[in-house]
């Protein structure tokens, strides 16, 4: 098929009462979040449950990083591009749909592995079924919200993250506790395959460019590679993507890394870990989340490149008080101080993605987030934790049982690189924003 084939869902046409509905747009954001969730409760269950699942299968920290970090990373970026080039010309919905069917399927296999390269593959299909969700949702959510409240909707989904996070933390932790890793797996992945259904059934294919004012319907896809030049030239979606994907690096890193170390060096029990992590933490992540995005809306209508500039000072705020934490030996006191950097470095998710969907024309909407997605994952989800449990092994000569906690430290200095890109990508927003609308009321 033509790259520049015309998608039955994009005929040039008016949408129903019931799309233009502010209700049924609010069941459409919540069933996407509700989506979410399950993405990463998925991804982020094998976090809390990564000290049993060594032990049992005898592990080391490199194989801990690769299996929940490079390997998963690298099929879930890669796969994204095609999948997201697949959602500019087709139903959005049933890639989503048919996307969490495979990783909730993969999630419950887990829990069968008997060895590390069981585990591996297990994981992998994990990544094969969730690099169908975000980009799909990204363009799903562009097409249900205008331009000016696209930061706070996205924000809102990406409550998923820590949502899912601490779900995933909970569950796992406090299954593995009393009935062991492998029915944790079990228990939260099989769910996924009836919510699937769900969605289909009720979730429908909104008309492209619905909500933006002034736009004139697109009915052909440019060809990739002009797609791809277009994306790839834009200064500010490539600072955006290099600042979320450092920022991911220490996000994922720790995220990975921290209740290890906490149940490592402080002897917390794996249930306790898990509340902790969970409650504290991930309450002060969906925080931050929500209020990144709905913040970064109403200052941007001051000035635009709040959408730059919020991200920036949340993660420069937030390294301080990782290095405090790191270095305290008191684990209660060094998760309550956890609490504000955990706030700090969730602000840029909403005004991150909401600028890239503003700033990428229309019919690319879905490639544009997949190459956020792949830049962001492939340097944070695919590096932060394997390079942490490779520096970890590395170090673990000279300080021993205490490597992770250096190990922690060393990535959180990626943040200044981090804060660079997005104070650069704040100095060609309003310039790019200004042109993509200029170039979509063209047609």
């Not at 829990?111 to 593959?121: D, P, S």
């Not at 699937?196 to 619905?210: Q, S, Y």
Request: contains cysteine.
């Amino acid at each position: 098929m033509s790259s520049s084939a015309p998608s039955e869902t994009t005929v040039p046409g008016q949408p129903d009462e019931k799309m233009l509905s502010p209700r049924y747009r609010t069941y459409v954001l919540a069933m996407l979040v509700i989506v979410y969730v399950f993405n990463f409760l998925d991804r982020q269950i094998v976090t809390i449950l990564a000290e049993p699942i060594k032990l049992d299968l005898g592990l080391s920290d490199t194989q801990i990083g690769l299996m929940t970090g490079l390997a998963f990373a690298i099929f879930y970026t890669v796969l994204g591009v095609p999948i997201a080039r697949l959602a500019d010309r087709t139903n959005r919905t049933s890639i989503i749909a048919a996307a969490l069917i495979i990783w909730s399927g993969m999630t419950a296999l887990c829990g069968a592995a008997q060895n590390f390269t069981q585990m591996l593959l297990a994981r992998i299909g994990v990544g094969v079924g969730e690099a169908g969700c975000s980009p799909p949702a990204h363009s799903l959510i562009a097409d249900y919200y205008p331009p000016e409240q696209r930061a706070s909707a996205l924000s809102i989904y990406a409550l998923g993250i820590p949502v899912g996070s601490i779900l995933g933390l909970l569950a796992g932790g406090w299954i593995a506790e009393f009935w062991g890793w492998r029915t944790a797996f079990y228990l939260v992945g099989l769910p996924g395959v009836l919510l699937a259904i769900v969605f289909k059934l009720t979730i429908r294919e909104p008309i492209r460019g619905m909500s933006d004012p002034g736009v004139k319907a697109q009915t052909e896809q440019p060809p990739l590679l002009e797609t791809m030049g277009i994306l790839l030239r834009n200064r500010t979606i490539m600072h955006i993507a290099m600042g979320g994907a450092l920022t991911s690096f220490v996000g994922y890193g720790l995220g990975q890394w921290l209740p290890a170390y906490f149940i490592r060096t402080h002897e917390l029990g794996i249930a306790e870990t898990a509340t902790y992590f969970g409650l504290v933490l991930g309450v002060a992540s969906a925080v931050g989340t929500f209020l990144g995005g709905t913040l970064a809306d109403k200052l941007a209508i001051r000035d635009k490149r709040y959408y730059a500039w919020m991200p920036a000072a949340g993660v420069l705020a937030a390294f301080p008080f990782y290095v405090v934490a790191m270095l305290l030996d008191q684990p209660y006191w060094a998760i309550a101080v956890l609490i504000v950097p955990s706030l700090l470095n969730s602000l840029w998710l909403g005004p991150a993605f909401g600028t890239v969907q503003n700033v990428a024309p229309m019919r690319m909407r879905a490639l544009a987030s997949a190459v956020l997605l792949f830049v962001l994952n492939i340097i944070g989800l695919g590096l932060g934790p394997f390079l942490v449990g490779v520096l970890s092994d590395a170090l673990s000569g000279t300080f021993g049982a205490e490597s992770l906690r250096y190990a922690i430290l060393i990535a959180t200095f990626a943040y200044f690189w981090a804060g660079a890109h997005f104070l650069l990508a704040s100095r060609t927003l309003r310039e790019d924003l200004a042109r993509n609308q200029r170039e979509s009321a063209i047609g």
